[in-house]
């Protein structure tokens, strides 16, 4: 228990000052929106067609059962837990692990200001597709008629076209953002996940009716079992999956810190899981019975039109859609599940910060969302709606995820397994109310299996940016918004955490009450109230 | 389509939608008690 006279009430009081998800319900929706996103409908199909097609269901499991889910567990004992945003939960761990949250907060930053971008690209398309704005040629289009891209250069060279859908996204999101966790972010999960998988369901049986569509899921689902003999198909495996599932800077800390303290956090952790994959699985199929209708039409192989990412959504869609019966529909469906996964994703990076300041400086919800909202949309609009876009958007999203997601996830992982030894504390955490429980096997996957997978994704992304330019860009480009970017985020994250917390802030271990799994009287042991230090 | 394409696609979504509803069904079936007395969602 806190020392303080007061303590009994004051931590309650914080915690509703903090907000809070209503249910389970809103809070595994809230967590399946922030892990559904992007990626999952344009980065997996085509990670799975690479790496052996139907084969890749064995590594893609075998990585989400011992790595993705035991960390996403790992996440949300941290949160629930400590009862924290990422900086305080790392802080009540150990005070010197804080700035492993701050790290965290600042690629959570600069992820959003990048990541709106291409919901306001998404949702400029989902207008596009009722017309087929981009004619005959959408790659021309994307490139030179919407991002006005030129040489690859920084310039000031503001493109209407992106500004405005860029600037109704940010008022969007921080109009959600200030109503706060449960009626902003839990309300928007509450109508937009069900949507989304009901408009992706429509989306995936138009594609299916498609002539084609078969060659398409044949090229995705026939297996290659010679694939499974290579370590870049498993590494590819484990990457996909912690890309996907938000695990690793901050987001589920953040979202289980506004959970009950009683609920059932392994239980939750497995529907978020296996919801995630579930939707992978889905966007597969429509996307490759798309490409199949796509490769058929042009009388060429599913292999000449694969592709992912921004090439996959903004230039091989658009010329399905020109092709395909009914295809404005098919249009709609397609980029507006790309605005509302994207939306739901871009709310959970962009609540990190904003609960990591408003803990550090005790703010109301509405200051905090402007503190955090309003630079992040400036930067945003100054960086991303110019000429030179989408150029510095690729070098920040490539080198942020894997050296800035991938290292903070591993140096945190490590760092709470080994350095803070808290695993037993943790487990016996989720054990109170969770099912089915964690025992050995569990902190044997955090701390051994899912490092070390994490590890040798992340040797291979490096040996291949050491090998050739990334693109390539330019490397003043690479230096300036790449490694030197990355370099700088866990710097200025240890240089966060030297700031005083506010005053009668609990850190040395979860607040009293937090931890049914702990002794009362231990919760307070150690408790050093904030201040100047 | 070709019979291993669709058996795998079938081992896939058998795997993943299954492995989803267990989950759902293991969660509700184990019933959390949730903090019904934390009025934790104000949200100042």
Request: charged share 10%; aromatic share 10%.
């Amino acid at each position: 228990m806190s020392r303080t006279a007061d303590g009994a009430t004051a931590q309650p009081d914080q915690e509703r000052r903090r907000g809070g998800f209503s249910s389970r319900r809103v809070f595994i929706l809230a967590a399946i929106g922030s892990a559904v996103g992007l990626g999952n409908i344009w980065r997996f199909p085509y990670v799975a067609y690479e790496n052996g097609g139907g084969a890749f269901v064995l590594p893609y499991l075998i990585a989400l059962l011992t790595a993705g889910i035991p960390f996403l567990l790992l996440d949300y004992a941290i949160g629930h837990r400590n009862r924290g945003s990422a900086p305080l939960s790392f802080a009540r761990l150990r005070r010197g692990a804080e700035g492993l949250g701050w790290w965290q907060v600042g690629i959570c930053f600069v992820i959003a200001i990048y990541y709106a971008a291409v919901i306001a690209w998404a949702l400029r398309y989902t207008f596009f597709s009722l017309d087929e704005a981009w004619g005959a040629d959408p790659e021309g289009f994307f490139f030179g008629e919407f991002l006005q891209a030129g040489d690859v250069q920084v310039t000031a060279d503001v493109v209407p076209g992106v500004l405005v859908p860029l600037a109704l996204v940010w008022l969007a999101v921080l109009a959600i953002m200030a109503l706060g966790v449960q009626r902003g972010i839990g309300a928007t999960s509450l109508v937009f996940i069900p949507v989304l998988v009901l408009a992706f369901a429509a989306l995936v049986v138009q594609a299916l009716l498609l002539p084609g569509a078969g060659a398409g899921l044949d090229a995705l689902f026939t297996p290659d079992w010679s694939a499974l003999t290579s370590a870049s198909v498993w590494a590819a495996a484990f990457g996909q999956i912690f890309f996907s599932l938000s695990i690793g800077f901050g987001i589920m800390i953040t979202y289980a810190s506004y959970v009950g303290r009683r609920e059932d956090m392994v239980g939750s952790g497995l529907v978020v899981g296996f919801a995630n994959s579930g939707f992978e699985l889905l966007a597969g199929i429509g996307v490759f019975a798309a490409l199949g209708f796509m490769a058929q039409a042009n009388g060429v192989a599913v292999d000449e039109v694969a592709g992912d990412g921004i090439g996959l959504a903004f230039v091989a869609f658009p010329a399905i859609i020109s092709e395909a019966p009914a295809g404005a529909l098919l249009g709609v469906l397609f980029f507006g599940c790309l605005v509302l996964a994207g939306i739901t994703s871009l709310v959970s990076v962009i609540e990190v910060v904003i609960s990591a300041v408003r803990d550090k400086l005790d703010t109301g919800r509405l200051t905090a969302t402007l503190l955090v909202g309003v630079p992040a949309a400036v930067l945003s609009l100054v960086l991303f709606s110019t000429t030179s876009g989408i150029y510095v958007l690729d070098v920040v999203d490539h080198f942020v995820n894997q050296y800035g997601i991938l290292v903070v996830a591993l140096v945190s992982m490590l760092a709470v397994a080994w350095a803070l030894r808290a695993l037993t504390g943790l487990g016996d955490h989720l054990n109170v109310h969770g099912r089915p429980r964690v025992g050995t096997g569990w902190r044997l996957l955090t701390s051994v299996v899912a490092p070390a997978a994490l590890a040798v994704v992340l040797v291979l992304a490096l040996r291949e940016d050491i090998a050739a330019a990334y693109e390539d860009y330019p490397t003043w480009l690479l230096l300036v918004f790449g490694w030197a970017l990355v370099v700088a985020l866990p710097l200025v994250g240890f240089l966060v955490a030297r700031l005083p917390w506010r005053a009668g802030t609990h850190l040395d271990g979860p607040p009293p009450g937090a931890d049914p799994a702990m002794p009362a009287d231990a919760a307070g042991a150690g408790h050093h109230e904030g201040g100047p230090r | 389509m070709n019979t291993s394409a669709i058996v795998m696609m079938v081992v896939a979504m058998v795997v993943i939608w299954g492995g989803l509803a267990l989950a759902i069904a293991s969660l509700v079936r184990h019933g959390a008690v949730e903090d019904r007395t934390e009025n934790v969602h104000r949200d100042l």
